[in-house]
């Protein structure tokens, strides 16, 4: 049982007339009664932390990599052809997935 949690199933236990059984099952649920809120769950943090960071580096990717090539070569045209090469991928790759995807009753 999580330590956040493990104070409360001896207090629902002492202040309403439940079983042990009763009480671990209201283990989930803090002392007012309502569900813990969903930031102090730390596997859902890490989750959308890691999400965070990841997404970051994508976007500062997205933007760097055609300065790369416009620094290196000097050609705005050349810069725009690998710009749109990133993003060609998920055009060709998400367009039909999403159709395919998709429940035929909608």
């Known amino acids: ?6 104070d409360a199933i001896p207090y629902l236990a002492q202040r ?4 042990k059984a009763a009480a671990m099952v209201c283990g989930a649920v803090d002392r007012a009664g309502a569900t813990p ?3 102090r769950n730390r596997d859902l943090v890490l989750l959308w932390s890691g999400q965070l960071v990841s997404l ?32 060609l ?5 998400l367009l ?3 159709g395919t995807c998709r429940p035929s009753g909608w």
């Open 1 to 6: 049982m999580r330590d956040d949690l493990s």
């Open 16 to 19: 309403t007339d439940v079983t």
């Open 37 to 39: 809120p969903l930031w």
């Open 56 to 87: 970051t580096g994508t976007q500062v990717s997205q933007f760097a990599v055609p300065l790369l090539v416009l620094a290196l070569t000097g050609s705005p045209a050349q810069a725009g052809l690998v710009a749109a090469a990133r993003s």
């Open 89 to 93: 991928p998920m055009l060709i790759l």
């Open 96 to 98: 039909p997935a999403g």
